[in-house]
């Protein structure tokens, strides 16, 4: 069922979305994941007043940010309120709102599921992703199966209209370039740019970029990035050979595309031994425009915080200390060029992991990555991303290019869709 107004079902949605950011943020600063209290609606009332005004005030609010962000009004957002046996979707643009109800119960049992782990299995991500993930020291080492040729169409066809349905799909195609997407559960860790779209032969990305929102603090307020990245910190292919618990490839692919982001901006940048932890973690602790980290990811799903790192040498870097940096002067672009960054731990405001560390610490956008990604098509979409990016300071349009570059050269989506934009938008120029 499709609805063009409804604004209060809207801002009971959007205020769901708020009470879970205020329990993202206990968790960032206390560890616990807690139910909010009397006072914390009160606080975030005089922080964002509108949105806890009258229905057709935060939704004005909403699309007035979408305005200021795109005065052409091609950047729509997509708002998602899952509840038991159903989902409704919310399209709002500058000057239109539909909803979508979606009842999960009259679904095919493989199309109930409209977690991220649904698409992984339509892409056959996870026995594919096998082959590239770091090898424990001791223990079991599971057989890596064959890589299929094909991936399954019809299976991300189904989920798909599950998750945009066709009549948002169709309006996406007409009028949107840019589409904010604020998720809850996994829903951060699809890869949107891959969905089919209703015209055959085209995926989502034909029509606008995705960029996964952090919070619903991304609607109403702008967290800006530097249009310039003259203080980078470039880090790729650490030396890992000595590592006590793990195995790790060596990335000859990240060790050049570290080098070339590093030519581009006129920059150096930190490889093989030089990639140390202790060396990164005090350059970390200066204002950068730019941090750039090709080499391994891990991520964790118990345990988040301490159990999720990017591989240095010595010490790895993990998501307990990014979240402890600080950045004010600059709000930095981050690119983690490596496996897992996306993931870590499901709550029903989003994922908890490397990827929000970085938001918590300031960063303006983050890209990270679904799941263990292609060495070689990773430093390709990397390569492309920095290149366009340099030309034209877009990180949106920048990425489209270089996921379609990507997809032209490596037509598999688990390899040209394995990244997603995290973060803030940035206005449109």
Request: proline letters at 6%.
């Amino acid at each position: 069922m499709i609805s063009y107004k409804n604004s209060s079902h809207l801002q009971r949605t959007l205020l769901q979305h708020d009470r879970a950011r205020i329990r993202f943020q206990r968790k960032i600063r206390a560890g616990r994941y807690q139910a909010t209290t009397r006072r914390d609606p009160q606080r975030a009332r005089s922080r964002n007043r509108l949105l806890y005004s009258s229905p057709q005030s935060s939704k004005n609010a909403l699309q007035n940010h979408l305005k200021r962000l795109d005065p052409k009004g091609k950047t729509f957002a997509l708002v998602y309120d899952p509840q038991p046996g159903k989902t409704t979707i919310y399209l709002i643009g500058t000057d239109s709102l539909m909803i979508a109800n979606r009842n999960l119960d009259n679904l095919p049992e493989d199309a109930k599921n409209i977690g991220a782990s649904a698409f992984r299995s339509a892409l056959n991500i996870n026995q594919r992703s096998l082959s590239r993930r770091p090898r424990p020291r001791r223990g079991f080492v599971p057989d890596i199966p064959a890589e299929p040729k094909k991936h399954p169409i019809q299976n991300l066809n189904r989920l798909r209209q599950v998750l945009i349905p066709d009549e948002l799909m169709k309006k996406i195609e007409a009028a949107a370039t840019t589409l904010l997407i604020l998720p809850a559960g996994d829903l951060s860790t699809v890869p949107f740019a891959a969905l089919p779209s209703t015209q055959k032969g085209k995926d989502l990305l034909d029509f606008a970029t995705p960029i996964i929102l952090p919070s619903i603090n991304a609607l109403y307020f702008q967290k800006q990035l530097l249009r310039s990245f003259k203080k980078a910190l470039i880090v790729g292919d650490p030396d890992l050979s000595r590592d006590k618990n793990f195995i790790f490839a060596p990335l000859p692919g990240a060790r050049d595309e570290a080098r070339y982001v590093a030519r581009l901006l006129g920059s150096k940048a930190l490889v093989g031994r030089r990639a140390t932890h202790k060396t990164i973690l005090k350059k970390l602790g200066k204002s950068h425009q730019l941090i750039y980290l090709a080499t391994h990811g891990i991520s964790d799903a118990k345990n988040p915080m301490d159990a999720s790192f990017l591989a240095l040498r010595g010490r790895h870097l993990r998501a307990a200390e990014i979240k402890k940096l600080r950045y004010t002067s600059y709000h930095p672009l981050v690119v983690m060029s490596a496996c897992q960054t996306g993931l870590g731990k499901t709550f029903d405001a989003g994922i908890f992991g490397l990827a929000r560390a970085w938001i918590a610490a300031g960063a303006a956008q983050v890209l990270a990555s679904q799941w263990n990604v292609d060495d070689q098509a990773t430093a390709f979409l990397m390569k492309q991303f920095m290149k366009k990016l340099k030309q034209n300071k877009n990180t949106a349009r920048a990425f489209r290019h270089a996921m379609l570059a990507t997809r032209n050269k490596y037509p598999d989506p688990a390899k040209w869709s394995s990244f997603n934009l995290f973060g803030y938008p940035q206005v449109q120029r």
